[in-house]
């Protein structure tokens, strides 16, 4: 006898495989690797504290 498939575990199972393909795809194209990240955030402190020590006024 064939196995019995339940049809909206079947279709929800395959809406997630496409999802995570699609999202694994746009990792690989728009990702930043945490080396990137980290750098970013340095940048960003390091040039907000430049801009708070030129303040004229608090």
Request: aromatic share 4%.
């Amino acid at each position: 006898m064939a196995e019995v498939i339940n049809l909206r575990q079947f279709k929800k199972q395959a809406a997630r495989r496409a999802a995570r393909a699609e999202a694994d795809a746009n990792a690989v194209k728009f990702g930043r690797t945490m080396a990137m990240k980290k750098r970013e955030a340095e940048d960003a402190s390091r040039a907000k504290a430049a801009l708070d020590g030129h303040k004229l006024e608090d």
